[in-house]
C-alpha cells in the first residue's frame, strides 16, 4: 500500500446544501472554509464513525491550464494527511509528490499570502515519487512536497478536510479503512 494517497469509498454528499462557490479573483487561490456549514452531515457522521475529528478544511483553486508551486503544507517535513476531493469532474487536475534531490537542503519555511505556512522549492531541485488523478474522496500526504497539475480547460476545485494536527497518514487510512462501528 502506497503512503502517497488511498481512494476512500464514500457515496454521500461532501459538501452541504447550503454551500456556495466564493467569486474567483485571480489572486485568490485558497479560501477557508467553515467546517460547521459548508461540509455535509454525511461526512462528518462518516469520520465520526472512523474516530475521526475535523480541524479546518479549505477550497482549493486552480485556474485552467495551471501548475502550481511545489511545496509542503506546513513549515517542515511531517507525516500528516488530508482528504481531498474535487469538486468538478470535468477539470482532470494530477496531483504529484517529490523528494528533494541528494545535496539539496531544506528551504527555509514561508507563508502564502492568506498566511498558510509552508515550505516552497523548484522543480529543479526535486524528483517525482508518485502521482495520482483525484477522481474520489481521496486521503492524501501533505507533509512532503507536492503539487497539482491542471492541463484541463476548467478550473479545478478541490476541498481540503484537515484533521488533528497528531494524526498521521497511517494511521487515518487505517481508520477510515477499518469496518467497525463504534
Known amino acids: 500500500m502506497n503512503n502517497l494517497y488511498h481512494d476512500i469509498d464514500f457515496g454521500g454528499e461532501i459538501m452541504s446544501d447550503s454551500f456556495v462557490f466564493p467569486q474567483t479573483p485571480a489572486s485568490q487561490k485558497i479560501f477557508q472554509l467553515n467546517i460547521h456549514s459548508d461540509i455535509s452531515l454525511e461526512l462528518k457522521l462518516f469520520l465520526m464513525t472512523k474516530f475521526l475529528s ?11 491550464k495551471y501548475t502550481s508551486a511545489i ?15 474535487v469538486l468538478n469532474e ?14 539539496i537542503p531544506l528551504p527555509e519555511a514561508d507563508t502564502t499570502p492568506h498566511s498558510t505556512p509552508y515550505l516552497h522549492t ?17 486521503l492524501v500526504h501533505t507533509g512532503m512536497f ?6 484541463s480547460e476548467t478550473g479545478r476545485w478541490c476541498v ?16 477510515l479503512l477499518s469496518r467497525e462501528l463504534f
Open 146 to 151: 507536492h503539487n497539482i497539475v491542471n492541463d
Open 160 to 175: 481540503s478536510v484537515r484533521f488533528d494536527k497528531n494524526i498521521t497518514f497511517n494511521d487515518a487510512l487505517s481508520k
Open 71 to 85: 511545496h509542503v503544507d506546513g513549515t517542515s517535513l511531517h507525516n500528516r494527511p488530508a482528504l481531498n476531493f
Open 54 to 64: 475535523l480541524n479546518n478544511a479549505y477550497l482549493f483553486y486552480t485556474p485552467p
Open 122 to 138: 523548484t522543480i529543479d531541485s526535486v524528483n517525482i515519487v508518485g502521482e495520482h488523478i483525484l477522481k474520489k474522496l481521496c
Open 90 to 103: 470535468e477539470s482532470i487536475g494530477v496531483m504529484k509528490w517529490y523528494e528533494l534531490k541528494d545535496g
